[in-house]
T-cell receptor, first 115, second 111 residues
Framework: EPEVTQTPSHQVTQMGQEVILRCVPISNHLYFYWYRQILGQKVEFLVSFYNNEISEKSEIFDDQFSVERPDGSNFTLKIRSTKLEDSAMYFC?????????????FGPGTRLTVL | GESVGLHLPTLSVQEGDNSIINCAYSNSASDYFIWYKQESGKGPQFIIDIRSNMDKRQGQRVTVLLNKTVKHLSLQIAATQPGDSAVYFCAENNQGGKLIFGQGTELSVKP
């Protein structure tokens, strides 16, 4: 069964450092998403991406965040200068079609710890 | 503003009993709702969805009920098993690409 994969599973970084979180969506999917989940809290939308551009972004997704699809398979989330409050689980998701009515498949997540 | 919330943060049931997990939403424009299951250390896993033009949908051992009048969503799990232990999230979509998640209910199944 096809699945979304994410690397690394755990990333530890110093405050102010740049991090890149990587995702490989399901191969025939066209819509890509990043969400985050601070420990013990709900999953929060960050950004959606289609046709090589951002479709929608939340207030969380400020100038420190960027996304890219550098090749035909990877989808990345970059945080330029990490803050302590960026510590969270980051989930990538993909969908074959746009919502509504179409399932988003989630990856296992990357746990980001900012020290 | 938009919000999706859950009534109970934890639910403990006996193996074999039925479980009911509730969710309230505030955006009457939302037209698609999904229940996700999240096991420890994993990403959300799709369980079942329902469109706003329906009030009930059944899957394998799971049923989702939608009451648009009171903006309430519930997930019923029949014959709950230990493998059902997880955090359950409802999520809504209102014609956009993003999902808005509720706070989550932790289901614990006692053998």
């Amino acid at each position: 069964e096809p699945e979304v994969t994410q690397t690394p599973s755990h990333q530890v970084t110093q405050m102010g450092q740049e991090v890149i979180l990587r995702c490989v969506p399901i191969s025939n999917h066209l819509y890509f998403y990043w969400y985050r989940q601070i420990l013990g809290q709900k999953v929060e939308f960050l950004v959606s991406f289609y046709n090589n551009e951002i479709s929608e972004k939340s207030e969380i997704f400020d100038d420190q965040f960027s996304v890219e699809r550098p090749d035909g398979s990877n989808f990345t989330l970059k945080i330029r200068s990490t803050k302590l409050e960026d510590s969270a689980m980051y989930f990538c998701a993909s969908s074959g079609q746009a919502l509504p009515y179409n399932e988003q498949f989630f990856g296992p997540g990357t746990r980001l710890t900012v020290l | 503003g938009e919000s999706v919330g859950l009534h109970l943060p934890t639910l403990s049931v006996q193996e074999g009993d039925n479980s009911i997990i509730n969710c309230a939403y505030s955006n009457s424009a939302s037209d698609y709702f999904i229940w996700y299951k999240q096991e420890s250390g994993k990403g959300p896993q799709f369980i079942i969805d329902i469109r706003s033009n329906m009030d009930k949908r059944q899957g394998q051992r799971v049923t989702v009920l939608l009451n648009k009048t009171v903006k309430h969503l519930s997930l019923q799990i029949a014959a709950t098993q230990p493998g059902d232990s997880a955090v359950y999230f409802c999520a809504e979509n209102n014609q956009g690409g993003k999902l808005i998640f509720g706070q989550g209910t932790e289901l614990s199944v006692k053998p």
